[in-house]
């Protein structure tokens, strides 16, 4: 993009996004959380939307002058119901944390409890860690893998834990996971003790919305929340899905699982939020579009076949992965048993010859989280630069050469950068002018 007031109005922060823009295009990104937006998503974020404050839903508003939030909002949640096959989508929570916090809320008594993946086995923070404000209002019980050289979540003792606990809510969905979830098994549990079979699919959102992993809303899931700036390709925000009736969020509904649409906006407003961020509201709506083209299909089947050639050519190099491998677009490499460094040492290692990636704690880590046992690290960033097999495999090559000190740093930063520079990133340049 072309930028004439802000370097003009503030050149200091002109000069910040410049040296953002210079990262991004010469650094590899494999954190898989992280992506690269579309300009044209980046042109709807910066847009006026942003002046306008619009609590309440399209048609029912709380302020006047609400032509254009109406129409753009109700287009954001047709295009989210029709990519993901769900009855309501609420489009307004401000993050994929807000979003599970807002489900919690909407389903949950204090005190009630949740049924949810173990943190060090993949679940996420927003599950209930000890550390969040949901862990003092809700109980939190954990499943685990049942052997974590092959990761099958352990069914049978979530199923007994179900029995035993009877939680309201029974979760699925991870931040470091690799390999797939049984859904159809999960809602089964899920029904056979009356608990809310909800999905948090923030990381892989997108690759569902590409056809190319199962739709948890497809196995009868009650609730699916999503950020949409991960696989998704969108704004930093979320997306709620939900099965039942939508109805007025004006009049307060009986608890029951017919009801979580209507549940779910009067907790995401006025529950938990005030006004809803119009601009990125409009953002998500573009690119939203895009994941329902056929381009973004191929795009989410080249991001697993890219994690399935790293992901071998890691391990052909003696790499262990933890559960040996990945069905999805991230992996966890154990890297005391690969290199003898912790997680710390190897993310800082990588960072100086500009591959970025994050320090994980591996499944009951010995080491504590600031440290950790590994690292997690996921193709969807670099297939957004159109990087395909041929490249993951001179990645794996970086890596562990890196790792190993079997190559000058300078010499493997000096390769990242000029393949970074050959696969430019799709937000296009910050130039001033
Ligand atoms: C990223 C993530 C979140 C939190 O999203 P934020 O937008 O960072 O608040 C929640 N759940 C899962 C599974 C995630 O991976």
């Not at 823009?21 to 590899?28: A, K, M, N, S, V």
């Not at 989508?89 to 049924?115: F, H, I, K, R």
Request: hydrophobic share 40%.
């Amino acid at each position: 993009m072309n930028y004439s007031a802000l370097p003009q109005g503030d050149p200091e922060v002109f000069r910040i996004l410049q040296g953002e823009y210079q990262r991004e295009h010469d650094g590899l990104e494999l954190i898989p959380s992280e992506n690269y937006v579309s300009e044209a998503v980046l042109e709807a974020l910066g847009t006026l939307m942003t002046n306008k404050y619009s609590e309440g839903t399209p048609g029912r508003r709380y302020y006047g002058g609400q032509t254009y939030t109406d129409q753009v909002e109700s287009l954001a949640i047709a295009r989210a119901k029709a990519l993901f096959n769900a009855d309501h989508a609420n489009v307004q929570p401000l993050s994929g944390a807000a979003a599970n916090l807002c489900v919690y809320a909407a389903w949950l008594e204090l005190g009630d409890t949740v049924l949810a993946m173990d943190l060090s086995h993949g679940g996420h923070l927003t599950h209930g860690a000890p550390v969040t404000f949901a862990a003092k209002a809700f109980k939190f019980i954990r499943y685990k893998m049942k052997d974590v050289e092959t990761g099958e979540i352990d069914y049978d003792h979530l199923e007994r834990l179900a029995l035993e606990h009877k939680p309201k809510i029974i979760l699925a969905g991870f931040s470091a996971y690799p390999r797939s979830i049984d859904y159809p098994r999960m809602k089964a549990i899920a029904d056979k003790v009356g608990a809310m079979a909800m999905a948090d699919m923030a990381h892989i959102a997108g690759l569902i919305a590409g056809k190319a992993l199962p739709n948890p809303l497809d196995a009868g899931f009650h609730v699916m929340t999503t950020t949409t700036h991960k696989t998704l390709r969108g704004p930093r925000g979320a997306v709620i899905l939900s099965r039942g009736t939508p109805g007025n969020p004006l009049r307060a509904p009986e608890k029951t699982l017919e009801n979580l649409p209507t549940l779910i906006d009067r907790a995401v407003f006025p529950g938990l939020q005030g006004g809803p961020h119009m601009n990125k509201v409009m953002a998500i709506a573009v690119a939203l579009k895009e994941a329902a083209t056929p381009a973004f299909r191929q795009y989410a089947r080249q991001v697993l076949a890219n994690a399935q050639a790293l992901a071998a050519q890691l391990m052909e190099r003696g790499c262990k992965l933890v559960t040996n491998g990945t069905d999805n677009h991230m992996m966890l490499l154990d890297t005391m048993a690969s290199f003898g460094k912790t997680g710390q040492e190897v993310q800082e290692l990588l960072d100086a010859v500009g591959m970025t990636l994050n320090k994980n704690a591996l499944p009951d880590d010995p080491l504590p989280p600031f440290k950790a046992s590994g690292v997690r690290l996921g193709t969807p960033a670099a297939t957004s630069r159109g990087m395909k097999e041929p490249e993951m495999e001179r990645v794996a090559g970086w890596i562990v050469d890196a790792c190993q000190g079997r190559a000058e740093p300078a010499q493997i930063a000096a390769q990242v950068k000029a393949l970074c520079n050959a696969f430019p990133s799709p937000s296009g340049k910050v130039q001033a002018g």
